[in-house]
C-alpha cells in the first residue's frame, strides 16, 4: 500500500521559517514532489526529490530522507502570500500517477 | 493562454442528471488526469490516459467514465450525478520525457455541485 502523512494545519509569523514535514510509504521509490495551492485555485510544481538531501530553491527548499521516509519542506522569510496548502506526493508504485497526500494548509499572520 | 483549460469553471446541477467536464491542453502532453478534491481528503485519482488509446480507472472510478477524443482532450462524464460527487474537480497533464519526473500541470478547475 501506499500512504502519506502531512500535518493539516501550521501557522507561522511573516519574514520567519517554517518547515513542513512529510512522511511516506510506498513498496518502490521514484521520487518526491512538493505542490502548492492557494484557496480555490490549481496545484503549481514547488519541488521534486529524488537523491537524499536538500535542494535549495530560492526562499523554498526541500529535503528527502529516503532511508526514513520522510521529506520536509522549508519555507524562508514567509510572506502573506505564502499562505496556502502544501501538497506532498509520491509517484504510485507500478504506475506514473502522483499519490497526493491531504495537504498542509499553512497560515501566514503579520 | 493557459496551457490547460477545463469548461465550466463552475456547475451546479441537479441529482440524476448527466454532466460532462472538459479538459484541453495545448502542452504536447500524452498524459492526462481527473482528480478530485475534497476538504480534508486531498486530491484523489479518477480515471487517467497515457495515450489516446490507453484509459484506466483510478482510486475512486465508480459513477464516473471518461473519453479521450484526441492527444489535447479529456473529458469527464458523471452518467448520473448525486450529492457526494460535489466537489472540485481538476485535470491535470504530465509528459514523463521532459520536465522533472512525473511532474503534473494542472488546470483551473471545476467547481461542481449537485443539488
Known amino acids: 500500500g501506499q500512504n502519506i502523512d502531512q500535518p493539516t494545519e501550521m501557522t507561522a509569523t511573516e519574514g520567519a521559517i517554517v518547515q513542513i514535514n512529510c512522511t511516506y510509504q510506498?513498496?518502490?521509490?521514484?521520487?518526491l514532489f512538493w505542490y502548492q495551492q492557494h484557496a480555490g485555485e490549481a496545484p503549481t510544481f514547488l519541488s521534486y526529490?529524488?537523491?537524499?538531501g536538500l535542494e535549495e530553491k530560492g526562499r523554498f527548499s526541500s529535503f528527502l530522507s529516503r532511508s526514513k521516509g520522510y521529506s520536509y519542506l522549508l519555507l524562508k522569510e514567509l510572506q502573506m502570500k505564502d499562505s496556502a496548502s502544501y501538497l506532498c506526493?509520491?509517484?504510485?508504485?507500478?504506475?506514473?500517477?502522483?499519490?497526493f497526500g491531504t495537504g498542509t494548509r499553512l497560515t501566514v499572520i503579520p | 493562454d493557459a496551457d490547460v483549460t477545463q469548461t465550466p469553471r463552475n456547475r451546479i446541477t441537479k441529482t440524476g442528471k448527466r454532466i460532462m467536464l472538459e479538459c484541453s491542453q495545448t502542452?504536447?502532453?500524452?498524459?492526462m488526469y481527473w482528480y478530485r478534491q475534497d476538504p480534508g481528503l486531498g486530491l484523489r485519482l479518477i480515471y487517467y490516459?497515457?495515450?489516446?488509446?490507453?484509459?484506466n480507472k483510478g482510486e475512486i472510478s465508480d459513477g464516473y467514465s471518461v473519453s479521450r477524443q484526441a492527444q489535447a482532450k479529456f473529458s469527464l462524464s458523471l452518467e448520473s450525478a448525486i450529492p457526494n460527487q460535489t466537489a472540485l474537480y481538476f485535470c491535470?497533464?504530465?509528459?514523463?520525457?521532459?520536465?522533472?519526473?512525473?511532474?503534473?500541470?494542472f488546470g483551473p478547475g471545476t467547481r461542481l455541485t449537485v443539488l
Open positions: 491535470a497533464t504530465s509528459d514523463l520525457g521532459q520536465g522533472v519526473g512525473n511532474e503534473q500541470f
Open positions: 510506498t513498496s518502490g521509490f521514484n521520487g
Open positions: 526529490n529524488v537523491l537524499d
Open positions: 506526493a509520491a509517484p504510485q508504485t507500478g504506475a506514473n500517477n502522483l499519490f
Open positions: 502542452k504536447g502532453h500524452d498524459r
Open positions: 490516459s497515457f495515450d489516446v488509446k490507453d484509459i
